[in-house]
């Protein structure tokens, strides 16, 4: 018999009113029809892990937090702006749109790290593959827009922690769950 896996990703999470002030954005942009995510999921995944034994768990989290270790730039939190939207995949029809960030180094630099801990493929590590992104609605149907990238309303907002996270698959989506919060060493 299989041993029980979870289904993880490591990721960021912006403040609630930043969350809702892009899902607003959403509101007056001419789009076919969607399905908002849900505000609680608005993330950055810095690296999705996928399926890992439960026995395994504590390796996961142990890899995050060495990762982190010693990342220059990361105390007291690091600094984040959304730079605008876009419509993912790049090419064909589009699935989703997204609000896209602008990553400083130190953010780079650690999700990095998390890839060359964590990718389970080498598909996983192409680090030159990483578009700091959040999702803000998925399409009901893929959908050509002739705009697929629009400048947004900067939003800027510092986050203190990273998070490693459980995905639960449901009928009706996904429910995101926090294994462990892993905050940033506060500012001396």
């Known amino acids: 018999m299989p041993s029980p896996t979870l289904r993880l990703f490591v990721a960021l999470y912006p403040p609630p009113e930043v969350v809702r002030s892009l899902l607003d954005e959403l509101k007056t942009l001419d789009l076919p029809a969607y399905r908002p995510s849900p ?4 993330h950055l995944t810095l ?43 790049k090419r064909g029809p589009a699935r989703l749109i997204a609000a896209t960030l602008a990553a400083p180094p ?42 697929r990238a629009r400048r947004a309303r900067s939003h800027r907002f510092r986050a203190e922690a990273i998070r490693l ?3 639960v698959l449901r009928p009706d989506g996904a429910e995101h769950r926090e294994v462990r919060a892993y905050p940033f060493s506060p500012a001396a």
């Open 39 to 42: 505000p609680e999921q608005v």
């Open 47 to 89: 690296q999705f892990i996928g399926a890992v034994p439960v026995r395994e768990l504590d390796e996961v989290a142990e890899s995050v937090d060495r990762a982190i270790a010693g990342v220059d730039g990361l105390v007291g939190g690091v600094e984040l702006e959304v730079t605008g939207r876009c419509a993912l995949p």
């Open 165 to 167: 996270m459980r995905s």
């Open 106 to 147: 130190p953010l780079l630099e650690l999700q990095r790290r998390l890839a060359l801990r964590l990718a389970r493929s080498p598909r996983a590590m192409a680090g030159d593959r990483f578009l700091p992104h959040m999702t803000l609605c998925r399409f009901r149907a893929p959908h050509s827009l002739r705009e």
